[in-house]
């Protein structure tokens, strides 16, 4: 395995953490996987902003 696949492994691992709201401490000095953190934080974020709006707007018709 070359390091392009551990970087791209480390952003996935990084970002199914961050959409499932956890963070691996150890794994904190990885850049790839402070990215992929980050990028599924604001997946959820998105998702959990998108149902809220959902919700406020539903009946308002």
């Not at 850049?31 to 919700?55: H, N, S």
């Amino acid at each position: 395995m070359d390091s392009a696949d551990f970087a791209l492994r480390a952003y996935d691992e990084g970002r199914a953490d961050g959409v499932a709201g956890r963070r691996d401490h150890d794994r904190g000095q990885d850049t790839d996987y402070r990215v992929g953190l980050a990028d599924g934080e604001l997946e959820a974020f998105e998702a959990d902003l998108i149902a809220a709006i959902r919700k406020a707007m539903d009946g308002k018709r």
